[in-house]
């Protein structure tokens, strides 16, 4: 696919043909050895308890509520198409970052009524009622360092969240996983080099509570990224992303390895444990990701070009491996100056050669046939409560007519676009995406489902009427992968101050 593999260069050059309109002589060169933006002399001000309550409803008309509706929401909407949602909640932001120490928490409880959905093997589609925490974490930060616990969502993306599909690795198509982690969350600049080179990354250990095939599985993920630029009008970063499903109890082989050396073993992405398979390849269900980054920044605009990959197997750089059409493509443009419109996206996904269609033939082994986020002995796959912890192309098991609780879709060719803005204060968002699905069978390469998802969301903020936020969102889907539906989701909901201190 060489269009594939050739838009990203083709993005970067749009990139760079926008800089000569940047007014060099407006940049701001910073000669702090050490620019952390922390200062000895920072104001005490203030911090503000807040509460939080809404109201949401679903209404469709198809067998599911329809695709962008509920992907990429954190699992806070049903697949059901018809739902409620009852939220309420505390949290204190953190508001001093040129403090050395800060802090944040939020508690966040929903209740939900859905109707069943018909024919569905999966308990949780047959719930009337349930109750779940989507929000239950406390953040420190200590000078530049973060440490994190409790149930929030993992999402360290640099593109536009708002628009964006979602990476390939986290994209908040699921619901948060319980977890720890520790490490600088956001980029700052390394020590002696003025601001013009920043680093970022951190440890997760995080717990799969859903239990759906493994009990008492893990999530070990870490992350590294490094920036170059600072406040020069061009930047460019990459990052490298490296997650793992290990430990728990297998239902048919038992428990397959949760202590100390197993840890290290996944850690460090080396065989080991009680399996043969794991001790033929690595411990553990592993899955990579790497991205490089361009971006331009000019007054009242910043546009940015990127570019992810995807391993399951060995790693390779980005631009080299046997999977190179495989990856993520985007551009993103962010506007400032003029609210009407202030983001829009493009991106490219595909997965459908996954290192060609052969795993093992006639006694070679051609390490082919990835199968993204599926694995043999965690059968559940790259997938939590049923949702795509990844990209939400790469087709949940919640939609699986037969019940199996793996991925029967990994192998996608989509379109997606994205713009947003604010017009006399209705701020409005709209998405479109087509996918092309060719199930699992690299070696057929037959399109077996098509579909376009198309997404309109506006919100105001009602002064006059207590304060109150309203939300429409308007989406629908036409093609042969759910057939033609169409939704909508009216929101309510009002935020407060409680306390102040």
Excluded at 56 to 80: C, E, I, M, Y
Excluded at 271 to 300: F, I, P
Aim: charged content about 15%.
């Amino acid at each position: 696919m060489n269009n594939s593999r050739n838009i990203v260069y083709r993005i970067l050059v749009a990139a760079i043909i926008l800089l000569p309109s940047i007014r060099m002589n407006a940049l701001d060169l910073s000669w702090d050895w050490w620019p952390t933006g922390i200062r000895s002399d920072a104001p005490a001000g203030a911090d503000t308890l807040r509460y939080s309550i809404g109201v949401k409803a679903v209404a469709s008309g198809g067998r599911f509520a329809p695709f962008w509706l509920q992907s990429n929401t954190h699992g806070d909407v049903s697949s059901s198409p018809y739902s409620g949602n009852l939220t309420a909640g505390i949290y204190k932001e953190a508001v001093h970052p040129e403090r050395w120490w800060d802090y944040e928490f939020a508690v966040r409880m929903t209740g939900r009524l859905q109707s069943p959905i018909a024919g569905s093997a999966f308990s949780i589609q047959q719930r009337m009622a349930t109750a779940y925490f989507n929000l239950a974490y406390a953040h420190l930060r200590l000078y530049i360092f973060d440490i994190t616990a409790g149930i929030k969502p993992m999402i360290y993306e640099t593109q536009d969240t708002l628009l964006s599909a979602g990476s390939l690795v986290f994209s908040g198509n699921s619901q948060p996983i319980p977890r720890v982690t520790v490490g600088i969350d956001r980029y700052v600049s390394l020590p002696g080099c003025y601001g013009y080179a920043e680093i970022k990354g951190g440890l997760t250990h995080a717990w799969m509570v859903d239990n759906i095939y493994m009990r008492g599985s893990y999530i070990h993920y870490k992350w590294l990224g490094l920036r170059l630029g600072g406040r020069l009008p061009i930047n460019i970063s990459y990052e490298l992303h490296h997650a793992a499903q290990w430990g728990g109890i297998n239902p048919v082989y038992g428990d397959i390895g949760s202590d100390w050396q197993s840890y290290k073993n996944v850690f460090l992405a080396r065989s080991g444990g009680v399996m043969r398979n794991d001790q033929l390849n690595a411990q553990g269900n592993h899955l990579g990701s790497q991205q490089l980054m361009l971006t331009g920044k000019g007054e009242g605009w910043e546009v940015s070009a990127y570019w992810q990959n995807l391993f399951e197997d060995n790693f390779a750089a980005i631009g080299d491996g046997q999977n190179l059409s495989d990856g993520l493509w985007g551009i993103s443009l962010k506007l400032s100056r003029w609210p009407y419109i202030q983001g829009i996206t493009y991106e490219l996904l595909n997965t459908t050669d996954q290192s060609g269609p052969w795993h093992d033939r006639d006694g070679l082994c051609y390490a082919g046939n990835d199968s993204y986020y599926q694995n043999g002995i965690f059968l559940n796959g790259w997938n939590y409560w049923y949702r795509t912890i990844g990209t939400p192309f790469i087709t949940s098991p919640l939609y699986n007519a037969d019940g199996t609780i793996y991925t029967l879709n990994s192998r996608v060719r989509v379109h997606h676009a994205g713009i947003r803005g604010n017009i006399y204060g209705y701020r409005y968002l709209a998405k479109v995406s087509y996918a092309r699905n060719y199930g699992n069978n690299n070696s057929r390469r037959q399109v077996l489902s098509d579909n376009t998802a198309v997404l309109l969301e506006v919100q105001k903020h009602v002064e006059q009427a207590w304060g109150l936020d309203f939300g429409i969102r308007l989406a629908g889907d036409f093609g042969t992968q759910w057939g033609n539906q169409l939704g909508a989701q009216i929101t309510i909901s009002k935020q407060g101050i409680i306390t102040q201190w």
